[in-house]
Nanobody
Framework: QVQLVESGGGLVQAGGSLRLSCVAS????????MGWYRQAPGKQRELVAS???????NYADSVKGRFTISRDNAKNTVGLQMSSLKPEDTAVYYC?????????????????WGQGTQVIVSP
């Protein structure tokens, strides 16, 4: 139905920057909110940042001022610019999207997840 594919993860030194990207494809009618979550080893998945279709953003306190989320509604993409990275930012980062799709019963909304991309920040 809908696939989310992330890219842009990798290894970076503390203080460096990385940009993550995620594109939604498939049976997409429209996308409500999009977001980035992360999960570090032994920890629960947590929200990093989210953005509505209108551009309103929300950030975890731990990344405010360092990360910036953006989206291109025409291309069904969401990006996460990460700067001043810290070792504690090391995690698998997941993209998600609240997608409206056409079904035989009309438009329905479902939450989809990407497969994750690894970010490692070395001291």
């Amino acid at each position: 139905q809908v696939q989310l594919v992330e890219s842009g993860g990798g290894l970076v030194q503390a203080g460096g920057s990385l940009r993550l990207s995620c594109v939604a494809s498939g049976n997409v009618f429209s996308i409500n909110s999009m977001g980035w979550y992360r999960q570090a080893p032994g920890k629960q998945r947590e929200l990093v940042a989210s953005i509505t279709s209108g551009g309103s953003t929300n950030y975890a306190d731990s990344v405010k001022g360092r990360f910036t989320i953006s989206r291109d509604n025409a291309k069904n993409t969401v990006g996460l610019q990460m700067s001043s990275l810290k070792p504690e930012d090391t995690a698998v980062y997941y993209c998600n999207a609240d997608v409206r799709i056409e079904t035989s019963l009309g438009l329905k909304s479902y939450l989809f997840w990407g497969q994750g991309t690894q970010v490692i920040v070395s001291p």
